[in-house]
């Protein structure tokens, strides 16, 4: 019976330091769904559940990449004098 206690305090342990991994990345995804206009709540609830935070954080990976394109190409184009560079 001490033995199963003792492996259960070794996972506990072993899951802290990623739970605060976790939390920390849950208050940038916080911040990040805000700036997007995205469901603050949701981002920070899907990035807490093990297991599915690392299939969320790819398609976090690519919506950013996609939101940054899409406001890049919003941007006013800058016209260029042939003569500088």
Same mark, same amino acid.
């Given at each position: 019976? $001490?033995?199963?206690?003792?492996?259960? +305090? +070794?996972?506990?342990?072993?899951?802290?330091?990623?739970?605060? !991994?976790?939390?920390?990345? $849950? @208050?940038?995804? %916080?911040?990040? $769904?805000?700036?997007?206009?995205?469901?603050?709540?949701?981002?920070?609830?899907?990035?807490?559940?093990?297991?599915?935070?690392? !299939?969320?954080? %790819? %398609?976090?990976? %690519? $919506?950013? @990449? @996609?939101?940054?394109?899409?406001?890049?190409?919003?941007?006013?184009?800058? +016209?260029?004098? +042939?003569?500088?560079?």
């Amino acid at each position: 019976m $001490a033995q199963k206690g003792r492996i259960m +305090e +070794e996972q506990f342990f072993g899951f802290v330091p990623l739970m605060i !991994v976790f939390i920390g990345l $849950a @208050i940038g995804n %916080y911040f990040i $769904a805000d700036r997007m206009g995205r469901n603050k709540v949701l981002w920070v609830i899907l990035t807490l559940i093990p297991i599915v935070n690392f !299939v969320f954080m %790819y %398609y976090l990976f %690519y $919506a950013l @990449i @996609i939101y940054v394109l899409d406001k890049l190409n919003g941007l006013p184009t800058r +016209e260029r004098d +042939e003569g500088t560079y």
